[in-house]
């Protein structure tokens, strides 16, 4: 099947693009950086400025020169963002004006204490309650994001402009309409594009000028209705990735799902699935804010009861819609959010007699091959059950 | 430890001592109090009897050695290791137990009527008592292997049924990551909810995070008036902080003894009256009676010109922070190497000042959990310990401890530390400890080059 030449185009401007973002910064437009999907980038953009997901992961060095700020006890992913930000390399991170900061994490939040102490960096912070559920919380959200946009604007020297915040709300809900027609062409076997490209499509919508993305995206998926189906017969246990994040640059698991084979069709994490949910019904900071705290939660904001945790019931709802007869629940050490909840992801997943396998892991590549072995075995088990 | 070595320290170590101390001045501590408004007298005898028998059962107090010497030691021993049958005990009659974490204010259960109970704590001690890692191996086999060794034994005793909870209603906010996970991960075993305290309180965001603050706590106090089906009278509240203001105030008095000279009361004692400010061990009467005592014993001492069990003449004072180490021995060891805890900027000071008795109670515990100063940003409780440091007369350093597996201690050890060497000229050091007594060894030697340097430094000044 010929690969879509939108994706080629992707990567092209991918590789282009923090020459872009330089010479934008040049003319005078600030880059806003941020990390947790709270973020409502609408705001940002409808000001003027560019969002920019500072999504960076996998670089061992970067974690070690982040220890020494938050010691080994942190997650791998809060210790690279602080080491490359400190090394001052990358592409991205050397680029942004300033952070917003939304603390669904409060590792993430430590890691701008340091950014705002040692590096100097601007960090402004959006004030996400912890009951993402609660009336009281919608409220609470809603006037932390009213309040971000007024120190935004502020910034910008401008007022939030109403046709242009309109501008904005169509603009990424039609990019995450776009994304969502993507995944759910992964419930079919015959689709064009395998999950790992999908994923990397979702990969770029976090750093790309979010226009010329969305351009992008109705010509990927322009071409891939124009295509024929793949009917290469695949008989693979359909597998799913569930947990934090697969941040780009994260690619041990994988690499190692590709080389054994596996088939991922789908996954339920924060830098892949979990964004494209939910549409902004009204051009106001009040809809916007509700699509963000209402989205798919994420495992760093506590839900006190098990029965009725919206988690449970978006992950068996996609358990079911895409066939999925094992799930790798993929945690970095020290993320508690995501490990503490192993238990019972094991138990609701194992209770719909799908497989289950938890790989907690970190950056380096100490336990490449364990990880190989135990990925193996859980395949070979799953195709003896069926 | 054997039969025998058991039985020769019964007989002529602390135990005996601590039995002697009870028995020649008999107990007024009351039982677990709100056995629907019943006291209850706990004899010297019942204490003796208790410790004695709790000496076969929690094998690990043999590691520690509190001082036996000091009045009200031997009970606030017996309230400790007695936590769980006096809890059970309780229930039994009715009344509710409801699970809060550490910096959780104390007032705003029992105020609402309920006994509150800290799994961090409860489990710990447990921990230490059985003198093995095995509940927080248990608890970490469940959450995962790098969970901080409270939080695992937290979880454990609670999913193992060692200490009954009827709700698990913490507050949770911007300390602790791993509490919060812990809570959630016992739903299967518990029912409960949580308050939910706002991270960014600061600026602009001020007003709605109180309003929102103040609705978590409204909600609480309801939620609490369903269990236990009595309503929550403003008076409650008010005269549960007056009653737990004594609390702190003695606990600050405590503290303040140190700075002393010589300092009456050692490490280990300042810091178990320090430790039980978590959830005053479902009694806060019996604290109040039992750390009165070990005050005004203190204060005895100071009037002979005594000074605590093992401390040095001329102690080196360590503030810690971070968090205190929960390995009660290496109190002991720090005493031994000429040092001295002089107090703890860390989630057990829940007592740093009074709560105000003079306005609306639920405004005043929106307030007050607001300016905790541990749920502070890094650099604003680095700050406040900068003021500690400087209104005490005597600190010659700082000592920071993470646990393993703490997140949020170990992500702000540093920035802490650099303020507090940047603004008070003091050395500090950062410590890490996981399960009690690995690691003394190591820690013995950087103690001890801790010191040593102090000591040098000193010297030239
Ligand atoms: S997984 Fe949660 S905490 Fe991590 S980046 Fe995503 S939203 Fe933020
Ligand atoms: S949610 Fe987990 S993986 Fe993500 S930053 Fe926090 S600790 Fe790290
Ligand atoms: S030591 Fe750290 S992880 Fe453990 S309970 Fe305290 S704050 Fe939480």
Redesign the interface.
Known sequence: MPRPSALTELNDLLAKRPEELKQAKAEGRKVVGYFCSYIPEEIIWALGMIPLRLCRAGNNQAVSVGA????S???PF?CSCVGLKKDGRDGYFKLIDYVVDA?A???M??VL??WE?YFEVRVL???????FY?V??QA?FA??VE?LS??LAHDQGINLDSARLTQAVELFNDIRRQQRWLYDGLKQASFALDWRQVLGVIRAGLLLDREQYLQLLHELVAQLKSQAPDNTPARKARLLIAGAMLAPGDDKLVNILAEVGAEVVMDELCTGSRSIYGEIKQPDINSIAQRYLSNIPCGSL?????DDDPRHKHLRRLLTEYRIEGVIYYTL??C??Y??????MR?LITSMGISFLHI?SDYTNADVGQMRTRVEAFLESIQHRT | MNFFRKLKFLFTGTQLQFGLGILKEPSIITDIRRLDGRYTKVSAWRIFWFLTCALWRFPGIFDYKPDPSLRGMSELTYIILSLEERLKKVRRRGTKIVGKWPANPTDLYYGSGVIALDPFFAGYCRVLAEGSGRLTKQGRAQLSEDACPAQAAAYSIISDDIFPLDFFYPFIGPWCYDSQYCFEALRHKVNGDFGDHPVFNQREMKKASFEYMLSEVRRFIEKMEELTGRRVEPEQLRQEFIMENKLRRILREITGLTQINPPPINSLDLMLCVFISSDWLGDPEAALQTLSRIRDAAIKRIDRGEKGKNVADHPIRLLITGIAWGDLGLYNMLDELGGLIIGSECVYNLYYEDIDTTGDPVETLARRFLTTPYALTSERRAQWTVGNIRQAKQVDGVVFNCNFGCNYQAAEARIVTDIIKQETGLPCLITDVDLPKENRGQMRTRLEAFLEMIRHRQAQA
């Not at chain 1, 020494?68 to 010691?71: A, K, S």
């Not at chain 1, 912070?125 to 009951?131: E, G, K, M, T």
């Open positions: 020494t700020y938050l010691t006890n942190a997650c809060a603390p994490c409060l590792q939040r430590r204490e340091v102490k912070s959006l004030a996400l309650p912890r009951q609660s009281r919380g609470y006037q932390a309040q007024r120190e506590p839900y006190p009861k098990l050490r020290f508690d959010a490990n503490f909840k192993a238990g019972h138990h907690s």
